[in-house]
């Protein structure tokens, strides 16, 4: 789990999983859980995610970034090869 203050990359604005915030975990050095979080007067609601597969190559023509974005990216996050009914099965 991450710990330190904030990261961000020319791309993190854009592309969240190409940051790294407080609380988001990481395997061999890239993103596997990332969080988000939205704060109103009401309360705050907060979101995970996790990656079962990391293709940049496809979120950087689905965005419309520049092609040398994809390898810049490709490092950044990776996907966990998890059934979803085996983790399911896991949780309490």
């Known amino acids: 789990m991450h710990a330190g203050a904030l990261c961000r990359t020319q791309w993190s604005r854009t592309v969240c999983f190409a940051g790294l915030g407080p609380g988001e975990v990481t395997l061999g050095g890239a993103k596997v859980v990332g969080m988000a979080q939205r704060r109103t007067r009401a309360g705050a609601l907060f979101q995970c995610a996790a990656l079962r597969a990391w293709d940049p190559a496809r979120l950087v023509t689905l965005l419309g970034l520049p092609p ?3 390898a810049e990216l490709s490092t950044v996050a990776r ?14």
């Open 68 to 70: 040398h974005a994809a």
């Open 79 to 92: 996907g966990v090869d998890v059934d979803p009914d085996d983790l399911l099965a896991r949780l309490p």
